[in-house]
Protein backbone atom coordinates (compact mmCIF):
# COMPACT_ATOMS: atom_id res chain seq x y z
CA UNK A 1 0.00 0.00 0.00
CA UNK A 2 1.17 3.05 -0.97
CA UNK A 3 0.65 6.67 1.17
CA UNK A 4 2.11 9.51 0.91
CA UNK A 5 0.94 13.21 2.07
CA UNK A 6 1.60 16.93 1.66
CA UNK A 7 1.33 19.14 4.87
CA UNK A 8 2.22 22.08 3.29
CA UNK A 9 0.39 24.24 0.29
CA UNK A 10 2.26 24.18 -3.29
CA UNK A 11 2.78 27.80 -2.84
CA UNK A 12 4.77 27.51 0.47
CA UNK A 13 8.63 27.76 -0.32
CA UNK A 14 9.62 24.77 1.31
CA UNK A 15 6.42 21.60 2.03
CA UNK A 16 7.28 18.69 4.05
CA UNK A 17 5.88 15.30 2.29
CA UNK A 18 6.16 11.88 3.70
CA UNK A 19 6.11 8.39 1.28
CA UNK A 20 5.70 4.84 2.42
CA UNK A 21 5.73 2.02 0.58
CA UNK A 22 6.45 -1.61 1.14
CA UNK A 23 10.25 -1.18 2.84
CA UNK A 24 10.57 1.83 1.76
CA UNK A 25 9.73 4.76 4.49
CA UNK A 26 11.00 8.83 4.33
CA UNK A 27 9.63 11.78 4.75
CA UNK A 28 11.86 14.75 2.11
CA UNK A 29 11.72 18.64 2.18
CA UNK A 30 11.09 20.08 -1.26
CA UNK A 31 12.69 23.27 -0.95
CA UNK A 32 11.24 25.25 -4.45
CA UNK A 33 13.38 28.24 -3.00
CA UNK A 34 16.39 26.60 -3.72
CA UNK A 35 15.83 23.44 -5.77
CA UNK A 36 16.53 20.81 -3.97
CA UNK A 37 15.35 17.71 -1.81
CA UNK A 38 16.42 17.21 1.74
CA UNK A 39 15.37 13.29 2.46
CA UNK A 40 15.03 11.70 6.11
CA UNK A 41 15.39 8.26 5.15
CA UNK A 42 13.72 5.46 8.25
CA UNK A 43 14.91 2.17 6.71
CA UNK A 44 18.14 1.15 5.47
CA UNK A 45 18.32 -0.93 1.98
CA UNK A 46 16.34 -0.69 -1.43
CA UNK A 47 18.90 2.44 -1.96
CA UNK A 48 18.58 1.97 -6.21
CA UNK A 49 14.64 1.89 -5.69
CA UNK A 50 14.86 5.09 -3.69
CA UNK A 51 17.26 6.49 -5.96
CA UNK A 52 15.13 6.58 -8.97
CA UNK A 53 12.19 7.46 -6.84
CA UNK A 54 13.99 10.77 -6.40
CA UNK A 55 15.33 10.90 -10.12
CA UNK A 56 11.50 11.30 -11.24
CA UNK A 57 10.55 14.19 -8.35
CA UNK A 58 13.79 15.93 -9.88
CA UNK A 59 12.72 15.71 -13.41
CA UNK A 60 9.27 16.68 -12.28
CA UNK A 61 9.88 19.33 -10.26
CA UNK A 62 12.63 20.78 -12.02
CA UNK A 63 15.29 20.34 -8.88
CA UNK A 64 18.95 20.67 -9.29
CA UNK A 65 19.79 18.33 -6.16
CA UNK A 66 18.78 15.79 -3.72
CA UNK A 67 20.54 15.11 -0.78
CA UNK A 68 20.35 13.12 2.74
CA UNK A 69 22.14 13.12 6.19
CA UNK A 70 23.55 9.92 7.08
CA UNK A 71 26.00 8.10 9.29
CA UNK A 72 29.33 6.47 7.83
CA UNK A 73 27.77 2.83 7.48
CA UNK A 74 25.16 4.36 5.18
CA UNK A 75 27.26 6.74 3.09
CA UNK A 76 28.42 3.98 1.10
CA UNK A 77 25.33 2.45 0.45
CA UNK A 78 24.58 5.81 -1.29
CA UNK A 79 27.43 6.28 -2.85
CA UNK A 80 26.90 2.61 -4.75
CA UNK A 81 23.76 4.14 -6.27
CA UNK A 82 25.06 6.99 -7.70
CA UNK A 83 25.82 9.80 -4.60
CA UNK A 84 28.74 11.71 -3.68
CA UNK A 85 30.19 12.67 -0.09
CA UNK A 86 30.16 16.03 -0.08
CA UNK A 87 31.28 16.56 3.62
CA UNK A 88 30.30 16.07 7.18
CA UNK A 89 28.64 17.49 10.08
CA UNK A 90 30.75 16.36 13.35
CA UNK A 91 28.37 15.33 15.96
CA UNK A 92 25.48 15.26 14.66
CA UNK A 93 24.55 12.21 15.98
CA UNK A 94 25.14 12.19 19.29
CA UNK A 95 28.46 10.61 19.59
CA UNK A 96 28.42 10.31 15.59
CA UNK A 97 29.54 12.84 12.42
CA UNK A 98 26.80 13.10 9.78
CA UNK A 99 27.90 12.45 5.63
CA UNK A 100 25.96 14.25 3.63
CA UNK A 101 25.25 12.45 0.36
CA UNK A 102 24.11 14.87 -2.63
CA UNK A 103 23.18 13.69 -6.45
CA UNK A 104 23.12 16.85 -8.70
CA UNK A 105 20.97 17.48 -11.85
CA UNK A 106 21.35 19.27 -15.02
CA UNK A 107 19.18 21.48 -16.29
CA UNK A 108 17.13 18.81 -17.93
CA UNK A 109 16.79 16.70 -15.03
CA UNK A 110 19.40 14.15 -15.79
CA UNK A 111 21.44 13.04 -13.07
CA UNK A 112 25.43 14.83 -13.80
CA UNK A 113 27.42 11.20 -14.46
CA UNK A 114 31.14 11.08 -11.77
CA UNK A 115 28.76 12.45 -8.99
CA UNK A 116 28.49 16.13 -7.84
CA UNK A 117 31.17 18.49 -9.32
CA UNK A 118 33.74 19.65 -6.67
CA UNK A 119 33.07 22.94 -5.06
CA UNK A 120 36.36 24.85 -4.57
CA UNK A 121 36.06 27.80 -2.00
CA UNK A 122 38.50 29.48 0.32
CA UNK A 123 38.04 29.92 3.54
CA UNK A 124 38.98 32.93 5.49
CA UNK A 125 41.87 32.97 8.14
CA UNK A 126 40.51 33.85 11.40
CA UNK A 127 41.64 36.79 13.12
CA UNK A 128 40.97 35.41 16.74
CA UNK A 129 39.26 37.89 18.42
CA UNK A 130 36.74 37.97 21.15
CA UNK A 131 33.94 39.75 20.67
CA UNK A 132 33.17 42.82 22.39
CA UNK A 133 29.58 44.56 22.34
CA UNK A 134 29.65 47.89 20.04
CA UNK A 135 28.63 50.76 21.94
CA UNK A 136 24.65 51.51 21.09
CA UNK A 137 24.14 47.80 20.55
CA UNK A 138 20.69 46.40 22.22
CA UNK A 139 20.20 43.21 22.09
CA UNK A 140 17.07 40.79 23.29
CA UNK A 141 16.60 37.08 23.10
CA UNK A 142 13.23 35.82 21.07
CA UNK A 143 11.12 32.58 21.44
CA UNK A 144 7.80 33.55 20.48
CA UNK A 145 6.82 31.78 17.20
CA UNK A 146 4.44 33.84 15.82
CA UNK A 147 7.71 36.49 15.40
CA UNK A 148 10.60 34.35 14.51
CA UNK A 149 7.87 32.99 11.40
CA UNK A 150 7.78 36.61 10.40
CA UNK A 151 11.29 36.80 10.79
CA UNK A 152 11.88 34.37 8.16
CA UNK A 153 8.76 35.77 5.64
CA UNK A 154 10.63 39.00 5.92
CA UNK A 155 14.39 38.28 5.27
CA UNK A 156 14.75 34.41 4.04
CA UNK A 157 14.69 34.90 0.27
CA UNK A 158 17.68 37.52 1.31
CA UNK A 159 19.65 35.48 3.75
CA UNK A 160 19.86 32.56 1.02
CA UNK A 161 18.00 30.52 4.32
CA UNK A 162 17.50 27.30 4.20
CA UNK A 163 15.73 25.40 6.54
CA UNK A 164 17.24 21.80 7.39
CA UNK A 165 15.11 20.18 9.80
CA UNK A 166 11.55 19.10 9.73
CA UNK A 167 8.29 20.15 10.89
CA UNK A 168 9.03 24.05 11.37
CA UNK A 169 10.58 25.69 8.26
CA UNK A 170 12.41 28.83 10.62
CA UNK A 171 14.36 29.18 14.02
CA UNK A 172 13.06 28.49 16.86
CA UNK A 173 15.35 30.82 18.63
CA UNK A 174 16.32 34.13 17.92
CA UNK A 175 18.62 37.39 18.64
CA UNK A 176 17.55 40.94 17.77
CA UNK A 177 19.48 43.67 18.17
CA UNK A 178 19.45 47.02 16.93
CA UNK A 179 21.93 50.20 16.40
CA UNK A 180 20.32 53.60 15.53
CA UNK A 181 18.01 52.91 12.23
CA UNK A 182 19.58 49.24 11.56
CA UNK A 183 18.20 45.98 12.53
CA UNK A 184 19.59 42.74 12.65
CA UNK A 185 18.46 39.35 13.27
CA UNK A 186 20.61 36.10 13.88
CA UNK A 187 18.67 32.38 14.93
CA UNK A 188 18.82 28.83 15.40
CA UNK A 189 17.53 26.18 14.80
CA UNK A 190 17.32 23.64 17.72
CA UNK A 191 17.46 20.05 17.99
CA UNK A 192 17.35 19.11 21.96
CA UNK A 193 17.36 15.24 21.51
CA UNK A 194 20.93 15.62 19.59
CA UNK A 195 22.13 18.47 21.44
CA UNK A 196 23.08 20.61 17.68
CA UNK A 197 21.54 23.84 16.14
CA UNK A 198 21.98 25.50 13.02
CA UNK A 199 22.42 29.21 13.12
CA UNK A 200 21.58 31.45 10.40
CA UNK A 201 22.52 35.24 10.12
CA UNK A 202 18.94 36.38 9.12
CA UNK A 203 20.39 39.61 8.12
CA UNK A 204 23.55 39.21 6.18
CA UNK A 205 26.31 41.62 6.42
CA UNK A 206 26.14 44.58 3.54
CA UNK A 207 29.61 46.39 4.65
CA UNK A 208 32.50 46.26 7.09
CA UNK A 209 30.70 47.95 9.32
CA UNK A 210 28.10 45.56 9.71
CA UNK A 211 30.97 42.60 11.03
CA UNK A 212 31.62 43.62 14.45
CA UNK A 213 27.91 44.50 14.80
CA UNK A 214 26.52 40.33 13.76
CA UNK A 215 30.03 39.19 15.42
CA UNK A 216 28.69 39.77 18.69
CA UNK A 217 24.98 38.95 17.98
CA UNK A 218 26.25 35.58 16.68
CA UNK A 219 28.26 35.22 19.59
CA UNK A 220 25.62 36.11 22.06
CA UNK A 221 23.30 33.38 20.53
CA UNK A 222 25.69 30.63 21.16
CA UNK A 223 25.97 31.90 24.83
CA UNK A 224 22.38 31.06 24.65
CA UNK A 225 22.87 27.57 23.25
CA UNK A 226 25.08 27.21 25.90
CA UNK A 227 22.79 27.43 28.56
CA UNK A 228 20.20 25.20 26.33
CA UNK A 229 22.84 22.29 26.71
CA UNK A 230 23.71 22.81 23.03
CA UNK A 231 27.09 20.66 22.20
CA UNK A 232 27.75 21.84 18.55
CA UNK A 233 26.65 24.31 15.74
CA UNK A 234 26.95 24.33 12.36
CA UNK A 235 25.32 27.02 9.98
CA UNK A 236 24.99 26.52 5.92
CA UNK A 237 26.27 29.68 4.57
CA UNK A 238 27.20 31.07 0.23
CA UNK A 239 30.44 29.95 -0.75
CA UNK A 240 31.00 33.70 -2.12
CA UNK A 241 29.21 35.56 1.34
CA UNK A 242 32.78 36.89 2.18
CA UNK A 243 31.53 38.45 5.26
CA UNK A 244 29.39 36.02 6.60
CA UNK A 245 32.45 33.58 6.39
CA UNK A 246 34.77 36.28 7.82
CA UNK A 247 32.30 36.31 11.43
CA UNK A 248 32.09 32.57 11.56
CA UNK A 249 35.65 31.75 11.20
CA UNK A 250 36.94 34.87 14.00
CA UNK A 251 34.17 33.11 16.03
CA UNK A 252 35.86 29.58 15.74
CA UNK A 253 33.92 27.83 13.27
CA UNK A 254 35.98 25.54 10.42
CA UNK A 255 34.52 24.24 7.10
CA UNK A 256 33.35 20.61 7.08
CA UNK A 257 31.74 20.69 3.81
CA UNK A 258 31.37 21.89 0.36
CA UNK A 259 27.86 21.98 -1.57
CA UNK A 260 28.11 21.89 -5.05
CA UNK A 261 25.00 24.21 -6.13
CA UNK A 262 23.11 24.15 -3.08
CA UNK A 263 20.96 27.61 -2.58
CA UNK A 264 19.66 29.78 -5.11
CA UNK A 265 20.28 33.54 -5.67
CA UNK A 266 18.07 35.52 -7.92
CA UNK A 267 16.90 32.28 -10.40
CA UNK A 268 21.43 31.38 -10.11
CA UNK A 269 22.95 28.51 -8.27
CA UNK A 270 25.92 28.78 -5.72
CA UNK A 271 27.34 26.64 -3.94
CA UNK A 272 27.32 26.80 0.35
CA UNK A 273 29.80 25.87 2.93
CA UNK A 274 28.84 24.36 6.11
CA UNK A 275 31.07 25.87 9.27
CA UNK A 276 31.02 23.72 12.29
CA UNK A 277 32.12 24.31 15.83
CA UNK A 278 31.54 22.23 18.87
CA UNK A 279 30.47 24.45 21.72
CA UNK A 280 33.61 22.92 24.45
CA UNK A 281 31.91 23.72 27.83
CA UNK A 282 28.61 21.24 26.95
CA UNK A 283 28.65 18.28 27.31
CA UNK A 284 27.21 15.65 24.69
CA UNK A 285 23.66 14.58 25.69
CA UNK A 286 23.12 11.59 27.10
CA UNK A 287 20.25 9.03 26.13
CA UNK A 288 17.31 8.48 28.39
CA UNK A 289 17.89 5.41 30.48
CA UNK A 290 14.83 3.56 29.09
CA UNK A 291 16.18 3.75 25.66
Same mark, same amino acid.
Given at each position: ??????????????????????D???????????H????????????????????????????????????????????????SR??A?????????????S????????????????????????????????????????T????????A??????????P????? $?????? =???? /???? #??? &? !? *????????????????????????????????????????????????????????????????? $?????? =???? /???? #??? &? !? *????????????????????
Amino acid at each position: MQQAARIRSREEPVEELYYRKGDIDFCFLLNRRHHNLRVFDYRVGNYQQKRDFFDRIARAEGLRKVFTVVEKQDSKSWRSVGFSREGAIPGYFRTADAYIMSRVYTEDGEPIQGGAPKLHAAAPLPKERQPVKPRGLTCEVVTNVARLESVAREYGTDALYAPFRRGV $FNPDLG =LRAK /LGKR #EYW &V !G *AETDASFGHAKVDMMTAPLREADVPMLEYCIKTLLDELVKRETASVFTLCAADANLCSQIYAELG $FKVTAR =LTDH /LTRE #ELF &V !G *AQIWHRRLGSVSTPRLPSFI
